[in-house]
Each structure stands twice: as C-alpha cells, then as structure tokens.
C-alpha cells in the first residue's frame, strides 16, 4: 500500500428497504461538505423519480467525496451506493466487490430484516468490513440497545461502540465518516500489475457513448489506453477517465490502483459492458479475469402491450430506450390473439418487472396491459429434447412431456413470532418445502423454506405483508429446477381461449385457482347484451365455469330539462371508454378489467 | 309564424332534495324571489325583439319549485311574459309544483295566470321514501294538493315518480306505480334514481343498498305493462301519458325543435345553437342589473356539423316511442340510417331496436339499454 492508497476509502452501504440508506448517504454528502445544504436535492443519490418516490436505488452508483479527517489529513471517500432489493443481488455483489467496507444500516425501530442479513452475507462473502449503523435514533420507538444486541447475536459482528445516529436530522453523521476512515481498510493494489478493473456499473449517456464505473484492482488507466473487455474480448480506446462528484463527471489524468471512476470509450451498447466484467488492457494485460463474472439472467418474465394497439412502435421504442441502461432487462415481440402486437419481457425478479412496467408508463408515456407474471419452465419432452417456456401458452400438451420442472428458490423470511403459524400455513399452501427456523431474540424468528418461484410470483410477497400486518421481510435467490406436476390451463370467454390468460399452475393448484380467476373474470367483465360463458379448461376438460349475465340496464332515464349537451357528453364519454375496449372473440374487455384479472392478489388473506 | 319553446327556470326551493343536481338554492326569503322575478322582466324586455317573429306555442316554468312563487309573483312574471313575448292562444303553459307549496289561492292565480297544465313531483307514496328523498311533503300533503288542482279545474295534470330507491323493494315501487294510476293524471313521469355527484345522496347512499340491476329492469317492464294497461301511452323512457296528452313541451327537446330559456343554469337551442346560461344566480341577476348582455353565456355548440346534428337526431328521436321514421332521416339527411348507421343492424336482429310501419324504435328491453347501444352505433367520427 502506498501512501496516495492509504488516503482512500471505498465503501457501499447496505439496509434494508426503508431502514435510511440513501438519507444516509445525503448526509454524509452533506457533512463532508461534497454538496452545500442548498444545493442538496434530498436523496442525491437517487436521481430516477421512481427512485424517489419508492425510497428505493435502482441503478448503483459512485459518488467520490473529499473529507479533511480530524487528524488533519484530506481524505478520498468513495461512496459506491447499491441497489437494495434482491432482485439485484446480484448487481449488489458486484458493488460490494469494488469496496472494502460496508456500512450496515439497521433502524432501530425494527431491528433487523430479511434484506439487512441477505445484504450483510453478501458483504461477508466479498471480505468486507463491515460497520454497522443505527438509525433513526430520533424516533420514540429507538431500541439502540436491542439493536446492537441484535446485530451482534445474529450476524455475528462487534456492535458496540458503533454509530448510532439520525440520518434525517444529521444526528451524529461525523461518527460514521470517523468510523468509516478508522475503521475501513485503504485499498490495496498494484499500480505497476497489468491493468485489471472491475466493472460494477454502465449507463448510457447520449453525448458520450456507455459510462463504464469501475474499481480499479490493479494497474493504472489513462486516456488513449486501448483496452479489452475480458468475458468479450471486445476492444476498445479510451477516450477518457474520471471520477464522479456530487455535480457530475469530473474528468481526470488517470486512474490508479485502489481508485474508483469512469471509463468512456465510445461504447454504443450497455450490453456489451456487463457488469462484474473485468478491464485490462489490450496489451500486456491481464492473464486472469477477476472472480464471479456472470450474466444476470431473467428469472420473471411477462408479456407487455400496448392499451392502445396503434402505440406498437413506442412501446418498442420505450424497451430499447431502456434497455441502454439495463442489461438485465430483455424482450422479444410476441402475438397474442387477445391483446394484439406486443413483447415478452424477461426481468430479474418482481419488482425489476414492477419497476420497468411503471418506467414506461410515466417516461413514455403509454398505457401498457401486463399479462400475469410467469417464469421459466423447463421441459423434457417424449422425443428426448429439452425446452425452456416462458410464455404460458407455449407450454405442450401433456401428451409429449416427460418431464416438467419448475424454478424453485432459497426464501429466508423473518418475522414477529405471533406470525409464525400464519405464514407457515401460506408457505405450506403455496407448495413450500420448511427447511428450519431460528429465533433471532425472543420476539423474532427467520424462516426458511424451498418455493417454487411461481408461487412467489403469484402475489407471495403481498400474502406474506397481510399475514403478518406488514412486519414480515423476505428475501430469496434461486436454488434449483424441480421437477413438478405443471398443468396448462386456459380460460374460455364466449367458448374462445384468451390466450393471455393462460397459466401455467401445479396440477394440485389448478381447480382452487380456476375457480378463483373464473370468478374474478366474472366480477370484471361487464354486462353485455349477451350472456358470456366464461370456462376454465386443462386441455379440453372444463374445470370450473361462470357465467357474466346480460347486461339489462344502461339507460339514461333522467331527462336533464333541455340540456341536450350533457346527455350528449354522456353518450361521447361512453364511447371513448368502449374504444379502449379489448375484443376477445365476440367479447369486449375493458384493459382494467383484464388488469383486475392479471393483477393476481390473494384474496383469502 | 315560427314556434318556439319558452322555458323559465325557477332557481328556489324551500329545501333541496337529496337527489337534485339541478341549479337551485335554498330559499324561503319572498324578497329574492321578487328581485329575480324583477330581472327576468328587464331581461325580457331587452331581449323580446329577437323573437318578434316567434309565436310560444309551449311555455314551461321549472326549477328549482317554481310552486314557491307568491301569487303576485306569480301575476307578475305571467304579465312580463305576456307583454314582451307572443304566447298563442292555445299554448301549453306548464309549471313544476311541489305539493309542499301550494294552496288554494295560489292555485285560483295560477289557473287565472294562463297556467293549463300542472306537474305536481310525488316521487313516492311512502312518507319513509319521500323523507329519505328529503322531500318536503307528506303523501297527504299530495293527496291534498292534488284534490285541490282538480277542484280547480286543472284537467292536465303530470304526476312524478321515481324508482330504484336505496333498499326499495319491486313490491314496493309497484305501490306507489298503483297509487298514481288510481289517480288517474293525464300524464305520468317516472324516473329512474341516479345518484349524481354533488348531491348528499353522492356521500350518503351506499350503492349496495340500491336495487340490483335486474330488479331495476323489473320495475321497469312491469311499469310499462301496468301503466299501458291502465291507459296510458308510453311515449318516451320515462313517460307516460294518456291520449293527446304528451307534453308538448318537453316533446320539442326530442324532436329537436327550438326552445329559448331564460334563468341561471337554463339550456336554450335557437338559431341552430345550443347555449346556456351559467348556473349561478348572483352573476345573472347582476349582470342584468348593470345592463350588460347577454350575461354569462356558454355556448355549447355553435354551428355543429352535419354528422353531429345527425347524431344529436338519432340520440334524441330515440328516446320517443315513435322512433326515427326511416323516410324522414333520408330526406333530411340524405342518406338512409342503415347507412348511416350500419352496427344498428345488429340491435335489430337482437330485437334491442325495432323495425316497423317504416320507423326504427327501441323495444322495452332496448330502452333501458339504450345508452350502451346509442353509444355502440352514434359519435364514429
């Protein structure tokens, strides 16, 4: 370690949702005097709108902070912040991997969550220092002590004497950024070694191709560098390198061993600068890549359409606007008889879906219809080939599988004792396998069970909030394909299947959720003319029908004096909302109603 | 001479009813009442030279309770209308009456006034209904009331009622249905609730306690059984009346014949244009008082076109029994309607619509479907 690396401090924070990470990180910003008080946007670090309004991060980034420590020596914080949801768990580790220590933000009105150990392991794993910080100390319902009790008797790591603080006022911000350069490691690294950076981030900015963040293991990198993306072995010149602050892209000289920052190299596509991939340069580089480079792959996919029919190539265009910065998004057209022209779209896991779903419909602009998220199932068929589904109405008939198999995940639920036995009967009931259960203290317990994904994409996480009053937290990542029972069933409006509305279900699952999506077609279909049969049906044998009764009154019987112009408005408000109407077969849908349908929540909570 | 409409809106009432979204205030002061009977008269005077060429055939005081008017009041507006306005001698002068208003003096001034034609608002024959309503009469201050019109010689009397009450039952319904006929009024009117917004009953009626939708179609094909059973021609969705006693007023909204209103939140069609005045009584009486004309006016629709006015036709016409003569659209819009309106076909295989003696009409089961059809085949541009 040199003595420029023993100034430098690389370090993420890692909460669970809500707990204050990115007010944290304002503060610390502020503190240190990155950002003045009036220039602080609250939650700097969190520039999507969604960001803010979900209180969530969804793109990691690196803010570099120069802090004068109290010994009187100037300081390079590198604050790399991280997504904080499992869907990302991976994109987390990735951060992770470019720090040396972590803040762990607990709140000490609710102790410890799913998120905070799935995130702590994480850090562990990547060798991290980890410091913990409590939080919220300003509110009435602040337990410090069981906090740091908790922390320490769980996760295993010294809390005491760690910071206790209020983000939200800026209550004792000053011991955390003593804790972070006392107690975080300064990188090590060789300047001199063939040159090797970790990719943690990309986006794509207009006027200067990708954005690459790296962490610079080893070597040096400068402009008009040539170098080599190691998973590709794609080329490219570096047209600059820097660092961000809390006002944007700074550029600079060169980036050494141990430093965090950016590369731009004319890089037209995010997908080719994949997080976790390493750098090096395309000559006397590096021999080795650096550990765990993998793809993120969609765990949860859904067919996404445009309400209105016409706005076809928006939608198109809206994916592969967003798609420059998001390679873990993918998406391919798709047909469907019942919804027209759209695409299927893979995503990391629900709330990715979620998140991009509300992208478009606030960046873009357009009304989309989502189909029922599903995952990928794999199936051995009679012939000996095997095949991946990720549309429910591609999935074979019975006759030519051998064998199915469904994606299956690790769950780690931890909740107030009194929950227990409601949320072991829903895990029980969505087909769960129990694995074990320990009490954190005595008033807490972490579960854990083997789920089948698509009974966590069947609207779990909302069973499991209104199970346990909204005190329960999950966290899951992928285990295995199992092999399981899968039946295609199919709804029939008017004696016509609606191919969006097929799922995919075990075959145990498949009468007790006929019935109920029968029913709730039922309740959003509106009256017709006519009376609409509504069938669910495995193959050709009917399983549960219902029947949406004729429509008898829709009738303007009031006469309104003379105002001819409202009884007009009347009729023209009518007919707006039947053009935005779905046609399945002789049926017409509103894209609420499909919605209501689609929206799968549980309502036997 | 061209016939005309007149239509005066009464914007008073002793209470508003829990219903009502027309343009009324609560007002039991004779003096404001007076004030903007004074109005009224300045504007008719300003403004009678626009239908020097007219001649009233049809004259309509509703509200609001124009019942509430004094007497004087009553000689008053009745003596500007006359002196500004050719009223023919044959016209149907109408009036609104609550029968909490009316007694036998006022019955004698209007009869003496001019006024031929009396709607007396029942709504219900349950007292327990009529309070939920927020009615401000008793059935027996109607029973009273309506004695009181015939004693007086008033032999073209409308009753209102109402149907699909919060927790009303068919049965009940049919009660009043059977208490009305045995009055036996030249005219019938029977509307159907609907909850509109910025009434009480908006925040106060649960839906759930109004009647099902195929309880609300039973009142209503059995109400129209019943009543042309007992004589009475249904000649529109809600109304009902005896031979030659259509309103004729209310007949001129339907066949899109002119009709000019004068009063805050009135509708006027004159001259091809639908305008209105807006509903707020303060800024039209002030704004007669400082001479400043034509008030507040809001035009609805200046000028429409072609395919809208054959539209407004259709969506009108249908609302009568006599339906739309397929002879008559063809002259005056030069196209047949089947052109015109090709998904009507469809209506008239479901038997929703009904093709005869050269007419296309809605059935009993198309009426009270009507918007969802009239929405279906009008407004494709």
């Known amino acids: ?605 | 001479m061209r016939a005309l409409g007149l239509y005066i809106h009464i914007p008073f009432c002793k209470r508003k009813c829990n219903y009502c979204d027309f343009y009324s205030l609560s007002c039991t002061q004779g003096a404001q009442i007076s004030e903007y009977i004074n109005s009224l008269s300045v504007q008719f005077k300003t403004q009678s030279h626009l239908f020097s060429d007219c001649v009233f055939d049809t004259v309509f005081l509703g509200g609001g309770t124009p019942s509430l008017l004094s007497p004087n009041d009553i000689l008053r507006l009745f003596s500007a209308i006359r002196e500004n306005f050719n009223i023919d001698d044959n016209a149907e002068i109408s009036i609104e009456a609550n029968p909490g208003t009316l007694n036998k003096e006022k019955l004698t001034t209007l009869r003496d006034a001019g006024v031929n034609r009396m709607s007396i608002g029942l709504q219900s024959y349950f007292d327990s209904e009529l309070e939920l309503l927020g009615r401000i009469h008793t059935l027996s201050d109607f029973e009273r009331t309506f004695s009181l019109a015939r004693s007086e010689g008033f032999d073209n009397i409308n009753i209102d009622i109402m149907y699909a009450l919060p927790n009303q039952k068919k049965a009940d319904f049919l009660k009043t249905l059977d208490y009305v006929v045995e009055k036996s009024p030249e005219h019938i009117s029977s509307y159907c609730l609907k909850i509109e917004k910025n009434t009480p009953f908006f925040k106060t009626v649960n839906p759930v306690s109004l009647p099902n939708e195929d309880t609300q179609y039973e009142m209503y094909i059995d109400m129209c059984d019943i009543l042309s059973k007992s004589g009475y021609e249904q000649y529109e969705i809600s109304n009902f009346s005896k031979m030659g006693k259509r309103c004729k007023h209310n007949m001129k909204y339907w066949l899109s014949q002119e009709y000019v209103s004068f009063g805050p939140g009135a509708h006027s069609y004159f001259n091809g244009e639908r305008y209105s005045y807006s509903p707020n009584l303060h800024d039209y009486v002030s704004a007669i008082k400082d001479g400043k004309l034509p008030y507040a006016i809001i035009q609805e629709s200046a000028d429409i076109g072609e395919n809208e006015k054959r539209d407004e036709y259709v969506m009108l016409k249908l609302r009568l029994c006599d339906g739309i003569c397929e002879a008559d659209f063809k002259n005056l819009f030069g196209i047949s309607v089947a052109e015109a309106y090709p998904d009507i076909e469809k209506y008239i295989k479901s038997g929703h619509v009904l093709r005869y003696n050269g007419a296309l009409r809605f059935s009993s089961k198309g009426f009270f479907v009507s918007n969802y059809i009239l929405s279906d085949i009008l407004f494709n541009n």
């Open chain 1, 1 to 605: 370690m040199n003595e420029r690396q023993k100034k430098i401090r690389n370090f993420s924070i890692i909460a669970h949702i809500d707990h204050g990470k990115s007010t944290l990180a304002d503060r610390i910003l502020e503190y240190s005097n990155a950002v003045s008080k009036r220039e602080m946007e609250e939650q700097l670090l969190d520039n999507m709108d969604l960001e803010r309004e979900r209180g969530i991060t969804i793109k990691a980034r690196a803010v570099r902070i120069n802090y004068t420590h109290k010994d009187g020596e100037e300081y390079i914080l590198n604050l790399i912040d991280t997504p904080g949801h499992v869907d990302f768990n991976y994109e987390v580790s990735r951060s992770l991997n470019a720090c040396e220590g972590a803040l762990l933000v607990v709140d000490s009105t609710q102790g410890i969550e799913a998120q905070t150990l799935a995130n702590a392991y994480l850090a562990v794993d990547c060798n991290l220092e980890i410091i913990p910080v409590i939080n919220k100390i300003d509110l009435p319902s602040a337990d410090v002590d069981r906090v740091r009790r908790e922390i320490e008797d769980v996760i295993g790591i010294v809390a005491d004497g760690c910071p206790a603080v209020s983000a939200k006022v800026g209550l004792n911000i000053d011991q955390v950024l003593d804790a972070i350069i006392d107690g975080i490691p300064a990188p090590n690294g060789d300047e001199k070694k063939p040159l090797k950076c970790l990719i943690f981030d990309s986006y794509y900015n207009s006027y200067l191709g990708v954005v690459v963040y790296v962490r610079v293991i080893d070597g040096t990198l400068k402009a008009g560098d040539k170098i080599k993306l190691m998973s590709s072995g794609a080329e490219y010149d570096v047209v600059e390198v820097g660092h961000l602050d809390a006002f944007g892209l700074q550029k600079c000289d060169e980036l050494l061993a141990g430093d965090v920052g950016y590369i731009t190299a004319s890089i037209k596509n995010i997908s080719e600068t994949r997080v976790g991939d390493t750098v090096t340069t395309a000559e006397n580089g590096a021999s080795e890549p650096l550990q765990g480079f993998k793809e993120a792959l969609p765990m949860v996919f859904s067919g996404i359409y445009p309400a209105d029919g016409a706005r076809y190539n928006d939608l198109r265009e809206a994916l592969e606007k967003l798609q420059l910065n998001d390679a873990a998004l993918s998406f391919e057209p798709e047909t469907s008889i019942a919804l027209g022209f759209g695409f299927r779209c893979g995503f990391l896991g629900l709330l990715h879906m979620e998140i991009i779903q509300e992208r478009i419909e606030r960046e873009f602009n357009l009304d989309i219809i989502t189909t029922a998220p599903s995952v990928i199932y794999k199936i051995e068929k009679t012939n000996g080939e095997t095949i991946f589904i990720d549309n429910p109405s591609n999935f074979p008939s019975t006759d030519v599988i051998k064998t199915a198999y469904e994606p299956t995940v690790r769950a780690n639920i931890i909740t107030p004792v009194e929950f227990v036995g409601g949320i072991m009967d829903l895990c029980q009931d969505r087909r769960g396998t129990f694995k074990d259960m320990k009490y954190l203290d005595a008033t807490r317990v972490e579960l854990h069970y083997i789920l089948p994904l698509n009974e966590i994409v069947y609207d779990f996480f909302d069973a499991l909030k209104s199970r346990s009053r909204g005190y329960a937290s999950l966290d899951y990542e992928f285990s295995e394909y199992a092999e399981s029972n899968l039946v295609k069933l199919d709804f029939l409006l008017n004696g016509e299947i609606v191919d969006a509305l097929t799922f995919i279900v075990h075959s145990e699952k498949a009468y007790p959720r006929a019935r109920k999506i029968a029913e709730k077609l039922k309740d959003n279909i509106s009256r017709q003319l006519f009376e609409i049969p509504i069938q669910a049906a495995i193959g050709s044998k009917v399983i549960a029908r219902e029947t949406v009764k004729a429509l008898r009154k829709d009738v303007l019987a009031k006469c309104y004096g003379g105002d001819i112009t409202r009884k007009k408005k009347l009729l023209e408000k009518q007919k707006e909302g039947k053009k935005k109407m779905r046609r399945l077969g002789s049926v017409e849908v509103t894209p609420e109603a499909f919605m209501a349908v689609l929206k799968l929540d549980d309502s036997e909570k």
